[in-house]
Structure formats: C-alpha cells, structure tokens
C-alpha cells in the first residue's frame, strides 16, 4: 500500500466508510502488535494496547497531517499508549535509566577489526531484548521496518539527529551483546 | 525478500561499519509474531462512522507525495475575505462538441462556465469542485499577467455545484462573490452555483 492508495482509503473513512479503516488495521496490525509485544512481554496485554492504538487513531484522525504517512504517525500513538501502560503498571523499571549505556561509549576512530558474521536469530532476538526500549525501537523502525531516518524520528517524537544517535548507540550495544 | 537500509558508514572504521551492516541485516529479516485471528473484529466493532467535512477529505486524499502536491494546511476561513471576487459567468450557446475539457467529459447539453479570481499574490489556483471530486489535477486555473486574476472555463452539467478555490495547494478558498454559499456544518462555507444548461442560465 503506497502513500496515495493509503491517502485514498483514509480519505474513504473520513467519508464516513468504517469497513475503508479495515484495510488500514490489516496494514499495520502485525508491526503495533510487535511493537506491544516487545513492550509489554505479554500477549494479552499486546493485544488490548494495539487494538487501543488503531481506535486511537481513528477517533483522532482529524489530527493527521495530510500527504504524510500514516504509519509514523500510528506508531508514535502506540509508544504512546505502551509509555502510559507501563507508567501506570508501576512496570517502568525504565531499562533506559537503569541501563548503562557509558561502556558502549566508544570512540570510531582507530582500529576495530569486524566481530560478528552470522547471528542467530534467537541470539539477536535475546540481545534485543536487552535494549532500551528507545534504542530497540529505533533500529526495529529503521531496519525492519525499512522507515527514513525522518519518518524514525516522527515515529519517536524525536529529531532527525536524536533517530541517528540512537541507532548508532543502539547498533554499539547490540555488537558489544554479540560479540 | 524484505528490503533492508543500509547504514550511513562513511565516517566508520571498516570493521564497525562492517558489523553494523551485519546487525542492520539480520534486524531487516527478524520474525514478527501474528496478531490473534480475532484482531480485526475487535478493532471494528468499537468504530462509529465519521462524517468529516469535504475539505478535509479531500486535503487527505490529493495531498499523496505521488500527485507532487505540498503537505496542506487549513487556514481560517478568515484567509477568504482577502480575495476578491471579479468572478463572471458566462453561458455557451448551443452544445458542446463531444470531447474533454479539463479532464470533465463534455456532453451534449454542457453550459461553459468561468471562473475568475482575483489573488495576484497566489503561485497557483485551482478549482475544486463535487464535479471533478474535489481534486485540483487538470483543473489548475491559469493567471493574467497583467491583472494577476486566475481564470478557467469548464463545461458543468445542469444542477446545483458546491466548489471552492484551492490556492498555493494549501488553503481553500470561497468564491466570495457566489450568490449562494453553504455551511458545511464544520465551521466552513462552500461556494454554490445552479447551472441550467438547456436555458444556458447559471444562479
């Protein structure tokens, strides 16, 4: 779905055609309810939290910047929502406070030979799981979700220099795991 | 396969920047979990229909990067009581040819009707309209050079039009001058114009 099908379909719901959003939830149902997921831990939760972000989204689509995409812009809803639940759960054993990202804190100048050649997939999985949820979520939409580092940023409420810093970090923890 | 961005490492030692391709790889192909079968159902069956006004559908839909419009944006409607309104229209006579002008299919039995605003300081103007579904493509509007006043001419079946000014593909803009105007119930007015083609007579 490119961004004009999206923008036709979008501008159908807002005709009042609710069955038009079905599309849109088949869309992008499989990335929110990772993103709840990796968030949460728990199926149930992931579940009821990405439904809450499509709802989210559709309740306030008059919000939606024309001509954009609309999936930073859901995502952005979801971390939102994952933010406050986990707030709320009195969960926020923020790894992003507890974690120390300072041993990561290298300089790239100077020699540093290639460390890694093949992962395996459960090892990345557990490696990913160790990162803050800010560095995590960065690479996931950088390179799962194949997003610009522009559309990274909308998604996170960050600059497009903050996206690039926590990729870069989140790329350094995620080699110093692995290796 | 699932395409993969690969990581800006101009300014990167070979072997990082060798790693971090790696990682950006391995990230691109990681399995994602399906949601429950249920999911879709739980997701419609708590959404009531909408009815948002025609603007802001059409703003959505034909503000697509793949149109090469800019990103729009609202105005007040206060923006339209800057444009003056030196609007004529005029009616053919007899029938048009069978043909296509700006993109309405013409039929026997069409009235032509002009447009006219006066917005010297607009880059672009075009018309927007229930008769080509409020989409600017094919009905940009051309400008006198000496007047600055954006005309077309468009062939409009008999019956009643709401349409409006899309200027700089940001704002719409009333035709301050239409006899008839019509509150979309959203805090918005659109532009009437009744055209009676047999009797080549517009209200």
Redo the contacts between chains.
């Keep these: 779905m490119?961004?004009?099908e999206?923008?036709?379909i979008?501008?159908e719901?807002?005709?009042?055609?609710?069955?038009a959003?079905?599309l849109i939830?088949?869309r992008y149902?499989?990335?929110i309810?990772?993103l709840m997921?990796r968030m949460t831990s728990s199926?149930e939760d992931a579940?009821d939290l990405?439904?809450e972000t499509?709802?989210r989204a559709?309740n306030n689509?008059?919000q939606?910047?024309?001509?954009?995409r609309f999936f930073p812009w859901l995502y952005s809803l979801g971390m939102n929502l994952a933010l406050d639940f986990l707030r709320k759960r009195k969960r926020t054993t923020d790894r992003t406070l507890e974690f120390d990202e300072s041993r990561f804190e290298q300089s790239?100048?100077?020699?540093?030979?290639?460390?890694?050649?093949g992962?395996e997939?459960e090892e990345?999985?557990r490696a990913?799981d160790k990162l803050p949820a800010d560095n995590r979520e960065a690479?996931?939409l950088?390179?799962?979700e194949?997003l610009s580092m522009q559309e990274v940023a909308q998604a996170l409420d960050i600059s497009v220099s903050g996206a690039?810093m926590r990729?870069h970090r989140g790329?350094r923890m995620?080699?110093g795991f692995?290796? | 396969m699932?395409?993969?961005?690969e990581?800006?490492t101009d300014?990167?030692?070979?072997?990082?920047a060798?790693?971090?391709a790696?990682?950006?790889?391995?990230?691109?192909v990681?399995?994602?979990?399906?949601?429950?079968a249920d999911?879709?159902a739980?997701?419609?069956g708590?959404?009531?229909?909408?009815?948002?006004p025609w603007w802001?559908?059409?703003?959505?839909?034909?503000?697509?990067?793949?149109?090469n419009?800019?990103?729009?944006q609202l105005v007040p409607a206060g923006v339209a009581a800057a444009a003056v309104l030196l609007a004529c229209l005029f009616w053919g006579y007899g029938t048009e040819p069978a043909g296509t002008v700006a993109g309405v299919a013409v039929k026997p039995g069409l009235a032509k009707v002009a447009f006219t605003l006066n917005l010297p300081q607009a880059r672009n103007v075009a018309l927007v309209g229930n008769f080509n579904d409020w989409s600017p493509a094919g009905f940009e509007m051309s400008r006198d050079e000496r007047s600055g006043q954006w005309t077309i001419t468009v062939p409009l079946d008999s019956g009643r039009h709401e349409y409006a000014f899309l200027v700089d593909y940001e704002r719409m803009v009333p035709d301050p001058g239409a006899v008839i105007r019509h509150a979309d119930g959203f805090g918005n007015v659109n532009s009437v114009l009744v055209v009676d083609a047999k009797h080549a007579r517009t209200t």
């Design positions: 490119d961004v004009r999206e923008s036709r979008l501008s719901v807002l005709a009042g055609d609710v069955q959003y079905g939830v088949r149902q499989e990335p309810y990772n997921l199926a579940r990405s439904q499509f709802i559709y689509l008059d939606f910047r024309p001509g954009a790239d100048d100077g020699d540093d030979p290639a460390q890694l050649s992962i997939a990345l999985k990913m690479l996931i950088r390179f799962h194949d690039k990729i790329l995620l080699r692995l290796s | 699932r395409r993969y961005r990581m800006d300014n990167l030692p070979e072997g990082l060798h790693d971090f790696v990682l950006g790889r391995a990230i691109a990681m399995p994602d979990v399906l949601p429950p999911f879709l739980g997701v419609m708590q959404l009531q229909p909408k009815s948002a802001r559908r059409a703003l959505i839909r034909f503000s697509a990067p793949s149109l419009l800019s990103p729009l």
